[in-house]
Nanobody, 124 residues
Framework: QVSLEESGGGVVQAGDSLRLSCAAS????????MGWFRQAPGKEREIVAA????????YYTDSVKGRFTISRDSAKNTLYLQMNNLQVEDTAVYYC?????????????????WGQGTQVTVSS
């Protein structure tokens, strides 16, 4: 069983950067695809970025392409989301997620485990 804990959220101004971290415990993440989701007030949760277990395939929602980067440090069992040039519309609770099954080649599908989320607020 895996436990995921996000950190790194906060209040920033438009144009600033943040790096979110997701520390996994209980199971190594190296064999699993991982991703970041977000949910803004009054909106449904949406996928932001994802990567397959090998890192060979990544996915980014259109609104963050060129600004956000997903990465992992397997030695630290930690997932990251580097967010640059943040915009007001990026304000949301950000969740880390892990694929249900290992070695999947579908980066943006098959998530079965979630963290509790970290709040990101971007002011203009």
């Amino acid at each position: 069983q895996v436990s995921l804990e996000e950190s790194g959220g906060g209040v920033v101004q438009a144009g600033d950067s943040l790096r979110l971290s997701c520390a996994a415990s209980g199971r190594t993440i190296s064999a699993y695809g991982m991703g970041w989701f977000r949910q803004a007030p009054g909106k449904e949760r949406e996928i932001v970025a994802a990567a397959t277990w090998s890192g060979s395939t990544t996915y980014y929602t259109d609104s963050v392409k060129g600004r956000f980067t997903i990465s992992r440090d397997s030695a630290k069992n930690t997932l990251y989301l580097q967010m640059n040039n943040l915009q007001v519309e990026d304000t949301a609770v950000y969740y880390c997620a892990r694929h249900e099954y290992p070695f999947s080649d579908a980066a943006s599908l098959g998530f079965g485990h979630w963290g509790q989320g970290t709040q990101v607020t971007v002011s203009s």
